[in-house]
C-alpha cells in the first residue's frame, strides 16, 4: 500500500508517519510539507510546496497511490474566520480536488477532531469549518473517505507538539498516561496511528469516526 500523508510535522501527522513507515503493509510514503522534516527512511519521499495552491501543479506525483491521511491543521486561536476558512477548508479543497481528478478510488481519511460540526451552523467557527471541510469530502465522490474525529492524543514514540506549552504538559503527566489512555475520548498517538492503517485496508460503513469508533479500530 502507498499512501500519501499532509501534516507531518504536526502531532497527528508524526503518529501517522511513524506508524506508516513502521507497518509492513505499507511500502511507500508521500509527505506533503512546506519545509523538508529530519527523517530518512527508504519508504519515504517529500514533495515540498510552498503553499497548498501548488499542489494541482504537481498530479503527477500524486499519481498512482492508494490512499491519503490528511492531518494539516492550525489552531483557530487567534486566527481570523476568513483566513482559517482559507487553511482549513481552501486547501483541503484544493488537495481533495486533485487528488480525485487523478484517482477517485483512492481511499481518504480527513482528520478533523471531537466536536466538529456537521451543519455547519453552530456557534464554534472551528466546528463549523471543519464541519464543512468533512462535508465536502464524504460527498465528493470518493470509493471511500473517513472524517476522524480525535480527542484528546497523548504523544508516544517521541511525538511532539509544535506547541511548546503542551509539551511541557504532556512531560509532566506522561507518568500517568497509562490511566489516561484508559479514559473516554483519549487515545495514545500510536494507537491512533495505526487506526488510520486499519481503516485504509478495512472499509467500514460509519464514515465519522468518532473516539471510541477510533479506539475499536485498533488493532489488537
Not at 2 to 29: F, H, R, W, Y
Not at 75 to 86: F, P, R
Amino acid at each position: 500500500m502507498k499512501i500519501i500523508i499532509t501534516g507531518a510535522t504536526g502531532m497527528v501527522g508524526q503518529a501517522a508517519l511513524i506508524e506508516s513507515l513502521d507497518s509492513p503493509t505499507v511500502s511507500e510514503v508521500l509527505i506533503i510539507n512546506r519545509k523538508p522534516i529530519e527523517k530518512k527512511h527508504p519508504k519515504l519521499k517529500e514533495l515540498l510546496i510552498t503553499d497548498y495552491s501548488e499542489i494541482p501543479s504537481h498530479t503527477d506525483k500524486l499519481a498512482g497511490y492508494d490512499g491519503c491521511l490528511h492531518c494539516m491543521g492550525i489552531s483557530a486561536l487567534g486566527i481570523e474566520e476568513v483566513d482559517y476558512t482559507k487553511i482549513t477548508f481552501g486547501y483541503s479543497k484544493i488537495l481533495f480536488d486533485s487528488l480525485f481528478k487523478i484517482n477517485p478510488n483512492m481511499k481518504i481519511i480527513y482528520v478533523s477532531g471531537v466536536g466538529t460540526d456537521s451543519t455547519e451552523k453552530g456557534n464554534y467557527m472551528w466546528a463549523r469549518v471543519k464541519g464543512k471541510t468533512e462535508n465536502y469530502l464524504l460527498n465528493l465522490g470518493f470509493k471511500d473517505a473517513y472524517a476522524f474525529r480525535p480527542g484528546i492524543i497523548l504523544p508516544e514514540k517521541g511525538v511532539k507538539s509544535r506547541t511548546g506549552w503542551y509539551n511541557t504538559m504532556y512531560s509532566l503527566l506522561r507518568p500517568v498516561f497509562p490511566i489516561i489512555k484508559k479514559m473516554k475520548g483519549t487515545i495514545g498517538s500510536s494507537d491512533l496511528g495505526k487506526a488510520m492503517l486499519f481503516l485504509l485496508k478495512s472499509p467500514i460503513e460509519i464514515k465519522i469516526i468518532e473516539p471510541k469508533q477510533i479506539k475499536n479500530l485498533v488493532p489488537r
